[in-house]
């Protein structure tokens, strides 16, 4: 019984991105996932393209929402202060707050594609 138990868990868990967001959002937090979670604060590279990752997502109509964000954080073990960051930019983005990105280049044209694809 509690074999089954914890095979329930694992495939939950391991489907879990396919069952409870769209597809882009999955893959825009895919990207987020891929940095240094695990530090309080983004780097600047890094703040960069989480910044124009909500930014495009907005532009694409389907913004990235807070609970999407901590729901993948506290799946993947973040850190507290990085997971903080990424809501309140993309909260930020979804109501329309001016954001400055300084280094928008690090959003990448491949990273841009991959998102539309899935729209």
């Not at 825009?28 to 990752?53: H, Q, R």
């Not at 990085?82 to 001016?98: D, I, N, P």
């Amino acid at each position: 019984m509690q074999i089954k138990v914890i095979y329930s868990l694992i495939d939950n868990m391991v489907n879990f991105k396919d069952k409870n967001m769209p597809a882009v959002i999955d893959k825009a937090l895919d990207f987020i996932g891929a940095m240094d979670v695990s530090a309080p604060t983004p780097s600047s590279m890094n703040e960069s393209t989480a910044k124009g990752i909500f930014k495009y997502l907005k532009e694409l109509g389907v913004p990235a929402s807070a609970a999407d964000i901590t729901t993948r954080a506290d799946l993947e073990g973040w850190n507290p202060g990085f997971t903080e960051k990424m809501v309140g930019w993309a909260k930020k983005m979804e109501s329309g707050e001016r954001i400055v990105i300084k280094n928008p280049e690090y959003f990448s044209t491949y990273m841009q594609e991959e998102l539309k694809a899935l729209v």
